[in-house]
């Protein structure tokens, strides 16, 4: 394939459905015609000059993400998680650089003291020491937001 077939075939490949309906009705191109079998007879003697082209599936729609809005507990609230029999606490404290305006202050265990800006975050950094400790890895934990749960009560 030379330069001018390749440059000619990234054309034909980015024409849209409304392209070639254009194409159609201005006579630059002809209607495409249905493959011939040639093991069927063919009963129809009419003309295909003004068959109509066969309709073909619509593109799949481009999936969008979903977006989950997750509402941070008021400011003060204290959190707790429990992980291989480890007892964890956090405490949700205001952070003005971040966009939520809230992040999690570690309170128990070895990375006490420490600030994350997102649950999951929290999360990793309470049960450093133990996961590498008993090389668990990330065994048991995925989601910071279903991991804590506001102490003594229910999350809000």
Do not use: C
């Given at each position: 394939?030379?330069?001018?077939?390749?440059?000619?075939?990234?054309?034909?490949?980015?024409?849209?459905?409304?392209?070639?309906?254009?194409?159609?009705?201005?006579a630059m191109i002809e209607p495409p015609v249905a493959p011939s079998n040639a093991n069927t007879p063919v009963t129809n003697t009419q003309s295909t000059e003004h068959a109509e082209a066969p309709k073909r599936p619509s593109p799949?729609?481009?999936?969008?993400?979903?977006?989950?809005?997750?509402?941070?507990?008021?400011?003060?609230?204290?959190?707790?998680?429990?992980?291989?029999?480890?007892?964890?606490?956090?405490?949700?404290?205001?952070?003005?650089?971040?966009?939520?305006?809230?992040?999690?202050?570690?309170?128990?265990?070895?990375?006490?003291?420490?600030?994350?800006?997102?649950?999951?975050?929290?999360?990793?950094?309470?049960?450093?020491?133990?996961?590498?400790?008993?090389?668990?890895?990330?065994?048991?934990?995925?989601?910071?937001?279903?991991?804590?749960?506001?102490?003594?009560?229910?999350?809000?």
């Open positions: 394939m030379d330069d001018t077939e390749r440059e000619l075939a990234e054309a034909a490949a980015s024409l849209t459905v409304e392209d070639f309906k254009y194409l159609q009705e201005h799949k729609k481009k999936r969008r993400r979903r977006t989950l809005h997750r509402k941070w507990p008021d400011i003060g609230t204290v959190l707790q998680a429990d992980y291989f029999d480890q007892h964890y606490e956090a405490e949700v404290i205001e952070a003005s650089r971040y966009k939520s305006g809230k992040a999690l202050k570690i309170l128990t265990g070895p990375a006490a003291g420490e600030v994350s800006h997102s649950p999951t975050g929290a999360m990793l950094k309470a049960t450093e020491a133990q996961r590498q400790e008993n090389n668990l890895g990330r065994k048991g934990i995925a989601n910071g937001w279903l991991f804590w749960k506001v102490k003594g009560g229910s999350n809000g």
